[in-house]
Structure formats: structure tokens, C-alpha cells
T-cell receptor, first 113, second 115 residues
Framework: KAGVTQTPRYLIKTRGQQVTLSCSPI?????VSWYQQTPGQGLQFLFE???????NKGNFPGRFSGRQFSNSRSEMNVSTLELGDSALYLC????????????FGPGTRLTVL | DAKTTQPNSMESNEEEPVHLPCNHS???????IHWYRQLPSQGPEYVIH???SNVNNRMASLAIAEDRKSSTLILHRATLRDAAVYYC????????????????FGKGMKLTVNP
């Protein structure tokens, strides 16, 4: 069974631009969560989606948004990019809501210049 | 959010047991304790989880203090492949509106395994 896939794997943007990152969960998995990983702050929760609905949200500004499609694939969008948004963005899927184990993808490395 | 505290790093020798400590003094009654590990250039990987009782699986054991303010991940025989950053995490469950959750990661602890 294929793992969680994230595209693109690497991305370079400039300040003020917007970016969309994509996540395809493991087949059959219905819950998707997003995390931001930086050297200074570590791993921080962004959002959780299930059945196309945002179930939970972390403490990030409104520039960070996401959505989930009917096939469970998810996208996250960051508008008006800032230098501090440079990070590894990780997507994780789990079989169902409140399932014990999350499976992480390899991440998208975003660099903002 | 409740937080976890871990040492920045630990070293162990191959084929010896290693105990990875974690403090979570502000844990709430419904928070689960999860451990994930992250190898270089990879996303985190689930290791084990528990609520109140000690837990064992094929990868590791988790010992939870009676007051739940600390826990210890035990790798019974460390191998070179166990070298990673280990995260002690509180999994916060929200039952309202059908349920939701979020993982609150600590800073993580780098485990080095010496051959």
C-alpha cells in the first residue's frame, strides 16, 4: 500500500506570494492533519480534516488555510508569504477520526526568499 | 496547551536497553501520551501510545507514572536503526461536535546509538 504522498517536495517562493501544497493520504484513510516543522518552533499542529470538514485548528494566522476533497485528498494554502513561513510542511493521514496512529508523509520543504 | 519536556539528547550503545524520559506535568485527564520518532529526511513515525497503563508493542514499551506527570519510552535492545529524534507528544481529544484531535509535539530528543 502506498504511503502518504506530498507534492511538491520542494518549493521556493518570494515574500508576498501565495502557495498551495497537496497531500494524498493512504488509500482508505479519511482523516488528514497538517503540521509545520521549523528548527526554532519544532512541530506545530496546523489543522485536521475529516469528511471535507475542518475539525480542529492550531494557533496560526488566517493566512494559513486548507481544505479536503471528497476523495480525502487535502490541500493547504498560505497567502501573502512571509520569511518566517519557511518550513517543512508535513501531512499525516489516519484511518478514521480519532484513530490512534497517524502516518506522516515526507513533507514539502518551502523556502520563502 | 499542555506541554512535554524531554532531554535534548541521549546516547546509548547498540543492543543495550535505553530509557527515554518525558515530563508532562500539566497533562489533563483525557490527554493520551504518544511517542513518535523521526529519522533524517523523513516524516515522523508512530512508536507507541498509552493513557494510564503501561503498554508494550513490537517496537517498544511505554511506562506511565501513576500520577501521569511523566512517562518513559523503553527500547529493549537499541539498534543503529533506532537512531532518530524521539518526540513525546500529548494527544488532545475533543469530543464535542463529533470529535477531533490534535497532537502537541515537544521539542524532541535526539537519540544516538553507538555501535
Amino acid at each position: 500500500k502506498a504511503g502518504v504522498t506530498q507534492t511538491p517536495r520542494y518549493l521556493i517562493k518570494t515574500r508576498g506570494q501565495q502557495v498551495t501544497l497537496s497531500c494524498s493520504p493512504i488509500s482508505g484513510h479519511r482523516s488528514v492533519s497538517w503540521y509545520q516543522q521549523t528548527p526554532g518552533q519544532g512541530l506545530q499542529f496546523l489543522f485536521e480534516y475529516f469528511s471535507e470538514t475542518q475539525r480542529n485548528k492550531g494557533n496560526f494566522p488566517g493566512r494559513f488555510s486548507g481544505r479536503q476533497f471528497s476523495n480525502s485528498r487535502s490541500e493547504m494554502n498560505v497567502s501573502t508569504l512571509e520569511l518566517g513561513d519557511s518550513a517543512l510542511y508535513l501531512c499525516a493521514s489516519s484511518l478514521d477520526l480519532l484513530y490512534n496512529e497517524q502516518f506522516f508523509g515526507p513533507g514539502t520543504r518551502l523556502t520563502v526568499l | 496547551d499542555a506541554k512535554t519536556t524531554q532531554p535534548n539528547s541521549m546516547e546509548s550503545n547498540e543492543e543495550e536497553p535505553v530509557h527515554l524520559p518525558c515530563n508532562h506535568s500539566t497533562i489533563s485527564g483525557t490527554d493520551y501520551i504518544h511517542w513518535y520518532r523521526q529519522l533524517p529526511s523523513q516524516g515522523p513515525e508512530y512508536v507507541i501510545h498509552g493513557l494510564t497503563s503501561n503498554v508494550n508493542n513490537r517496537m517498544a514499551s511505554l511506562a506511565i507514572a501513576e500520577d501521569r506527570k511523566s512517562s518513559t519510552l523503553i527500547l529493549h535492545r537499541a539498534t543503529l536503526r533506532d537512531a532518530a529524534v524521539y518526540y513525546c507528544i500529548l494527544r488532545q481529544i475533543y469530543i464535542t461536535q463529533g470529535g477531533s484531535e490534535k497532537l502537541v509535539f515537544g521539542k524532541g530528543m535526539k537519540l544516538t546509538v553507538n555501535p
